[in-house]
T-cell receptor
């Protein structure tokens, strides 16, 4: 059974701090990973994709992938109250089917 | 910016009734998906569709479910005889050729009473 695991949180950080969200996956065949943000009652919104080992930066967001450790992370710099949401990690392998984690709820405290 | 659209936004139905959820994927996309999310739980894959046929389906996607692309723009999910446990948000997603990033529609909240 291919799984993506996330700590459900909530993860609380003060405004302006760095939020660090983590994800592990069981399928070594997974090649591509995505971070989605989901506000309550809304659909997932794509934030970042990462396909290679290392870091990928986009604005305040940095995704990190370590395939040897089967570990993906998302860093959010200068966290804002509007970043408060659930962050979903998804892995893809073989077919284009996404396997989602349960999501980590982030609360940014003003 | 092109986006995936879904109708209706909320559907209430009685147990045993048939429902059809509709999606219009992004116009040049060729891969289509349905996912569902039961309240408080993870997003779960239901089915993928390419070239007018199902590419893959999950264990959830049993004989009560079917998908169709009735014309060049719509992609539908039919549940033949709804059960209480079908109550969930249903998301449609699509991606283009050579791009595995999936773009999600706003979802349809299905409530089975």
């Amino acid at each position: 059974q291919k799984e993506v695991e996330q700590n459900s949180g909530p993860l609380s950080v003060p405004e302006g701090a760095i939020a660090s969200l983590n994800c592990t996956y069981s399928d070594r065949g997974s090649q591509s990973f995505f971070w989605y943000r989901q506000y309550s009652g809304k659909s997932p919104e794509l934030i970042m994709s990462i396909y290679s080992n290392g870091d990928k930066e986009d604005g305040r967001f940095t995704a990190q992938l370590n395939k040897a450790s089967q570990y993906v992370s998302l860093l959010i710099r200068d966290s804002q109250p509007s970043d408060s949401a659930t962050y979903l990690c998804a892995g893809v392998s073989g077919t284009y089917k996404y396997i989602f984690g349960t999501g980590t709820r982030l609360k940014v405290l003003a | 910016e092109p986006e995936v659209t879904q109708t209706p936004s909320h559907q209430v139905t009685q147990m045993g009734q048939e429902v059809i959820l509709r999606c219009v994927p992004i116009s040049n996309h060729l891969y289509f998906y349905w996912y569902r999310q039961i309240l408080g739980q993870k997003v779960e894959f239901l089915v993928s569709f390419y070239n007018n046929e199902i590419s893959e389906k999950s264990e959830i996607f049993d004989d009560q479910f079917s998908v169709e692309r009735p014309d060049g723009s719509n992609f539908t999910l039919k549940i033949r005889s709804t059960k209480l446990e079908d109550s969930a948000m249903y998301f449609c997603a699509s991606n283009g050729v050579g791009d595995i990033k999936q773009y999600f529609g706003p979802g349809t909240r299905l409530t089975v009473t």
